[in-house]
């Protein structure tokens, strides 16, 4: 069993910066993977940036490409998402996400990739 733990959000004028963190209790194998999601009322649940937990294979949304940075500290079980130049349009509730043991199976970008999810942290960019 996982638990997952999100912090970080909060309210950030456009162009600015926001750092998200999770922290994972339990054990996280060499073939996990650990994602962040994002969602806005009315809206799907959207794929932003995912990091495998052994190596340095990481994936984004284009829509972050350039501007978010997912890392992580394999000692802390804890990943994060580094945010700049951030746009009103990134204001949503992100969600972090492990996949217990990431298989290939469902795409890295897909919902259906991870068994594990967190309460979710409210990001707002104001304009």
């Known amino acids: 069993q996982v638990q997952l733990v999100e912090s970080g959000g909060g309210l950030v004028r456009a162009w600015g910066s926001l750092r998200l963190s999770c922290a994972a209790s339990g054990r996280l194998t060499s073939g996990a993977a650990m994602a962040w999601f994002r969602q806005v009322p009315g809206k799907e649940r959207e794929f932003v940036a995912a990091i495998r937990w052994s190596g340095s294979i990481t994936d984004y949304a284009d829509s972050v490409k350039g501007r978010f940075t997912i890392s992580r500290d394999n000692a802390k079980n804890t990943v994060y998402l580094q945010m700049n130049s951030l746009k009103p349009e990134d204001t949503a509730i992100y969600y972090c996400?492990?996949?217990?043991?990431?298989?290939?199976?469902?795409?890295?970008?897909?919902?259906?990739?991870?068994?594990?999810w967190g309460q979710g942290t409210q990001v707002t960019v104001s304009s």
């Open positions: 996400s492990v996949s217990s043991f990431y298989n290939g199976v469902y795409s890295i970008h897909s919902l259906r990739a991870y068994n594990y």
